[in-house]
């Protein structure tokens, strides 16, 4: 990951921003996450300086919550919503179309780097599942078809 | 003439094309030359329909839907504008008969409304409540809660005004509304539109509160999977803050509340309200042990109130209209009404505002229409992932805390999930564990330690090793994960698994127990 570049005075920026207010922490790794795409390790040291906690805490907190990265994503995030009211309407065949239309696993990313694939648990589309998100974009109803269709926009507009 | 027209921005209208379809109409209306407003509403809350557009006539609101992209022309060639004949013509919006049958108090402005405009909320009853609540003494806010008999709707049913006379009772420089937004549950979204679809109702309901207990400052911590949720509820606070009814000095009051959003990061056990302070102080959503109780000692370490974005939007309603009008709806100790949300393999899903006393029956077959797929209906699962499986000879179970419980089952946040009978109980159980291994924040062992534990001991039964003993062993473990966890998330995992093994005996190669509870 040595050939990783992110902007450092972006992050030390946000760290400045953000650390005077109570509970700093998430809404600084938040930003971090949102301005690079995930949160450098090597930028653990200026949050735990910058909020007045050890690298340890920070390091904890960065593993302990499921949206935090701590490497890069494909060019577009596709997650697959598998929980009950999913699974109710089809959302276990879905994902094993998925797998196999982008050849990589679940929390992978593809060869090409184009995809990266996330379980996520509920996104509040129970009635109209099965419910998926690609990037920052919602889609219910998704039939293996509809899937196809939306993966092909995202390749044709890479 | 200008003709008023609505198109949902609800994310699950957006997940179904709104946008798309919103752009068409305003693309076709401009190339005929026609005069058109359009408005992004909230959802009315029957998804089957979404994107479901309306149009403003003189009887009222005309309903078509759903319409995608392609089907904006052909809307117009009908002439949609005047009535005219369409085969997605629905009729009037109010008189639909999902609509008509509900008893919508609290969700009274949800998909009528544009939901961050603070003139819309005025004209629709909007800070009713707040402007009689600052005329109010702090304990006589708190006596109409309590008064209402309303109690804490993200599933722990606890009196929402015992626990606000609480922290009223407490003393400090500093208190604060923590409102749990963190809706995770599958099977549940009724936070997520009235977030999306009505954020100034939740955002008067907390300032309520802050009024009632001496609370300054109030926070909303949503889950990241609700992005649109937080856009809303952030436009929606600067709308107020413009107008007067947020900031230094409330509607001239000289009283204070000031509101933020606080992002979560998608741990679905800081839906625990402990568990939520941690995470909004920056730390781990570990859960905390009681006592001492958030009440007294909650966020940075300040008496708190913590309640549930569907109990505080409640409180508006409650004091517009009274206490006594609250509780005339519902029966026992549950009063008033509650959203509930259909799910799962259902024909026609959606938000169901009803008074408590509604059996699952009806929600599923009367407002459902039964499963989507044509298939039997052969379990439910009431109240998220942490609850109870309920099987068909159960469906005659009235809405009500106590009736609830009295299966072994839970109200919970008021989410139904359908399954129809292709559905593998067995398989739903080892998903319960799994989920909770997951999920565990790890710090009591009978959920870290014993979710694992519960997914090896399904893995075997699934394969049919030795099974009477490892389901003899999965009813020991359950016992001690029930008893002996920190929180709801290791004490209730056991509800979907039992009730899976009670309910559903044949699908764990195990031989029906009338007995069972």
């Given at each position: 990951m040595s050939t990783q570049t992110f902007d450092m005075a972006a992050i030390e920026s946000i760290i400045a921003k953000r650390k005077s207010m109570p509970g700093a922490l998430l809404p600084i790794l938040h930003d971090i996450q949102n301005t690079v795409g995930y949160i450098p390790p090597s930028a653990v040291p200026a949050i735990a300086e910058g909020v007045n906690i050890s690298r340890a805490e920070v390091h904890g907190v960065i593993t302990y919550?499921?949206?935090?990265?701590q490497h890069p994503a494909g060019k577009h995030v596709v997650q697959i919503c598998r929980a009950e009211a999913c699974q109710a309407r089809g959302c276990e065949e879905l994902a094993s179309h998925a797998k196999e239309l982008l050849g990589c696993d679940f929390h992978g990313t593809t060869d090409d780097n184009n995809f990266s694939l996330e379980t996520v648990y509920c996104l509040g589309q129970c009635a109209s599942g099965p419910a998926i998100q690609i990037d920052d974009d919602l889609y219910a109803r998704v039939s293996k078809e509809k899937f196809n269709r939306l993966i092909q926009a995202k390749r044709g507009v890479q | 003439m200008t003709f008023t027209v609505f198109v949902p921005r609800d994310s699950t209208a957006l997940a179904l094309g709104a946008n798309e379809t919103a752009a068409a109409i305003a693309k076709e209306a401009k190339a005929r030359g026609i005069d058109i407003k359009l408005v992004r509403n909230g959802s009315r809350g029957m998804f089957w329909l979404e994107p479901m557009v309306e149009v403003a006539t003189d009887a009222g609101r005309i309903a078509f839907g759903p319409i995608e992209e392609h089907e904006v022309a052909g809307l117009f060639d009908a002439d949609f504008l005047n009535g005219g004949k369409h085969d997605k013509a629905l009729g009037l919006t109010e008189e639909i008969p999902y609509l008509k049958k509900q008893e919508r108090l609290q969700f009274v402005r949800v998909g009528i409304t544009d939901p961050v405009s603070l003139e819309d909320y005025l004209a629709h009853e909007g800070y009713v409540g707040l402007k009689k609540a600052i005329t109010m003494e702090p304990a006589a806010i708190v006596q109409e809660v309590t008064d209402s008999g309303?109690?804490?709707?993200?599933?722990?049913?606890?009196?929402t005004g015992i626990k606000w006379k609480t922290v009223l009772g407490a003393k400090a420089a500093q208190k604060y509304i923590a409102c749990n937004a963190d809706e995770g549950d599958s099977g549940t979204f009724s936070d997520r539109m009235v977030m999306e679809d009505d954020p100034f109702m939740l955002i008067e309901g907390m300032t309520i509160a802050g009024l009632a207990v001496g609370a300054t400052e109030g926070y909303i911590y949503v889950r990241s999977e609700y992005p649109h949720s937080i856009a809303n509820l952030n436009e929606a606070i600067d709308n107020a803050k413009a107008g007067g009814y947020l900031g230094d000095n409330i509607l001239g009051s000289g009283r204070t509340f000031n509101l933020q959003v606080r992002k979560a990061a998608g741990a679905y056990v800081c839906g625990e309200e402990t568990a939520m302070l941690e995470s909004i102080e920056g730390k781990r959503g570990m859960v905390r042990a009681k006592p001492p109780l958030p009440a007294l000692?909650?966020?940075?370490g300040k008496p708190t109130v913590i309640n549930n974005v569907i109990s505080l939007s409640a409180v508006p309603l409650i004091m517009s209209r009274g206490a006594e009008f609250y509780k005339n709806y519902g029966m026992g100790r549950s009063r008033g009404t509650l959203p509930m949300q259909l799910a799962g393999n259902l024909k026609y899903g959606g938000l169901v505002e009803k008074a408590f006393g509604v059996t699952l029956r009806e929600l599923l077959y009367?407002?459902?229409?039964?499963s989507e797929s044509g298939r039997p209906i052969r379990a439910v699962q009431v109240g998220g992932p942490l609850g109870a499986y309920m099987p068909e000879s159960l469906?005659?179970?009235?809405?009500?805390y106590e009736a609830f419980a009295a299966v072994d089952s839970t109200v919970g946040h008021g989410g139904l999930v359908a399954f129809d009978d292709t559905v593998d109980m067995a398989k739903q159980a080892r998903y319960a564990m799994h989920f909770c291994v997951a999920e565990?924040?790890?710090?009591?062992?009978p959920c870290r330690i014993g979710s694992t534990r519960g997914v090896e001991v399904m893995d075997k039964i699934i394969a049919n090793q030795n099974r009477p003993q490892q389901i003899r062993l999965l009813r020991d473990l359950c016992d001690v994960m029930v008893t002996g966890s920190l929180c709801a998330m290791g004490n209730m995992t056991p509800f979907p698994v039992l009730s899976a093994l009670n309910h559903f005996p044949e699908d764990f190669g195990d031989q029906p127990m009338a007995t069972a509870a």
């Open positions: 919550y499921h949206f935090f990265r | 309303l109690r804490g709707r993200g599933g722990a049913a606890f009196p000692e909650g966020l940075f009367d407002f459902g229409g039964g469906f005659d179970t009235p809405f009500d565990s924040c790890g710090k009591c062992t």
